[in-house]
């Protein structure tokens, strides 16, 4: 079942570890059929040096294992929650990468100090409340996936694909699995680059026209960034 997208996820999974975002097992990769509304998941604390496509776990909309030998990862029922929010969303990424779990444990969002995070985010990369004691000790991982998008709020998802869940690290997703990836690699090296910023003692972000001018190049119906598909071929 899902073979195809089994192995997308596998080879995802191991992408955190290759760009360096996980260590150990501190982070998970899904995807999701648009068709069937079938999730692919990481297994539950499997070693990534172990794992084979086949130890993925696919389970449904409501979070319940469809075909695995394995556990899904304790963090499905908050990728099964963005899921259902955002229909646009094909992959998700959780991580415990160094400089972005950083701003997560500060409580902080991550300004639009220059234009390598404008290229990629149309605005401050968001950081959630802290969840109550109540909510932390009753359907936790659900709970976080309740405060991402309450903290999303009407922002389309897509235009910022991530976000910093206080206290805990960042996720992030994309139109399909491997832009899920990419955005979490670009989210820990942006995350990287306003840590030093701040160091350097700036605090206010860049102007709005040209966060407008970086993101609308790239992104949008006006985007003029990269290669048509004519000059391409």
């Keep these: 079942m899902l073979e195809k997208l089994k192995n997308i996820v596998f080879r995802a999974n191991l992408d955190l570890v290759e760009k360096g975002l996980v260590i150990h097992t501190w982070?998970?990769?899904?995807?999701?059929?648009?068709?069937?509304?079938?999730?692919?998941?990481?297994?539950?604390?499997?070693?990534?040096?172990?794992?084979?496509?086949?130890?993925?776990?696919?389970?449904?909309?409501?979070?319940?294992?469809?075909?695995?030998?394995?556990?899904?990862?304790?963090?499905?029922?908050?990728?099964?929650?963005?899921?259902?929010?955002?229909k646009s969303l094909g992959g998700i990424v959780h991580t415990h990468s160094s400089y972005a779990t950083s701003w997560a444990q500060a409580g902080r969002p991550i300004p639009p100090f220059g234009t390598t995070h404008a290229d990629h985010?149309?605005?401050?990369?968001?950081?959630?409340?802290?969840?109550?004691?109540?909510?932390?000790?009753?359907?936790?991982?659900?709970?976080?996936?309740?405060?991402?998008?309450?903290?999303?709020?009407?922002?389309?998802?897509?235009?910022?694909?991530?976000?910093?869940?206080?206290?805990?690290?960042?996720?992030?997703?994309?139109?399909?699995?491997?832009?899920?990836?990419?955005?979490?690699?670009?989210?820990?090296?942006?995350?990287?680059m306003a840590f030093y910023t701040v160091l350097l003692g700036k605090t206010e972000p860049i102007s709005q026209f040209l966060l407008d001018k970086h993101f609308k190049r790239k992104h949008g119906s006006d985007a003029y960034y990269g290669q048509s598909k004519s000059e391409e071929n």
């Design 121 to 192: 985010y149309y605005g401050e990369v968001p950081c959630t409340r802290l969840l109550t004691k109540k909510e932390t000790e009753t359907d936790y991982e659900i709970n976080t996936g309740e405060i991402i998008i309450e903290k999303l709020g009407d922002v389309d998802p897509l235009a910022v694909p991530s976000i910093l869940v206080n206290g805990h690290g960042p996720f992030c997703w994309g139109i399909d699995t491997e832009n899920a990836v990419y955005n979490a690699v670009a989210l820990e090296e942006i995350a990287k």
């Design 27 to 86: 982070g998970n990769v899904s995807g999701i059929d648009k068709e069937s509304r079938l999730i692919v998941i990481k297994p539950s604390g499997v070693s990534y040096h172990s794992m084979k496509p086949d130890d993925m776990v696919v389970i449904d909309h409501e979070g319940k294992v469809v075909e695995g030998k394995y556990k899904p990862s304790t963090d499905a029922p908050t990728h099964v929650l963005l899921y259902n929010a955002y």
